[in-house]
């Protein structure tokens, strides 16, 4: 079994920061990108940024420039840190993962989410 849990979310007033943090678990042989998408409410889940194992990254439109991924391999965590907050980034805020397990099986995962909320 392998799961992704994130944290880090919370309140936080327009043009400060946060920052997001996922660690994978369980029976992990390699993982190949992770990931932040999040979903506002009544909208669709949508990407926030990507990264491979490599380190390529990519990130919405949106958040470029103000949001920074990354992601540790040795402890098979990745985080999103995101500055200059503005209202329209509240939103449940999910990491994803692509696994390879110890049997070989090829996963796509998803953390249960955490809230991020901009206001003042």
């Known amino acids: 079994q392998v799961q992704l849990v994130e944290s880090g979310g919370g309140l936080v007033q327009p043009g400060g920061s946060l920052r997001l943090s996922c660690v994978a678990s369980?029976?992990?042989?390699?993982?190949?990108?992770m990931g932040w998408y999040r979903q506002a409410p009544g909208k669709q889940r949508e990407l926030v940024a990507t990264?491979?194992?490599?380190?390529?990254?990519n990130y919405a439109d949106s958040v470029k420039g103000r949001f920074t991924i990354s992601r540790d391999n040795a402890k098979n965590t990745v985080c999103l840190q995101m500055n200059s907050l503005k209202p329209e980034d509240t939103a449940v805020y999910y990491c994803?993962?692509?696994?390879?397990?110890?049997?070989?099986?090829?996963?796509?995962?998803w953390g249960q989410g955490t809230l991020v909320t901009v206001s003042s």
């Open positions: 990264i491979t194992n490599g380190g390529s990254t």
């Open positions: 994803n993962a692509t696994i390879w397990t110890l049997t070989f099986r090829y996963l796509e995962i």
């Open positions: 369980g029976s992990i042989f390699s993982i190949n990108a």
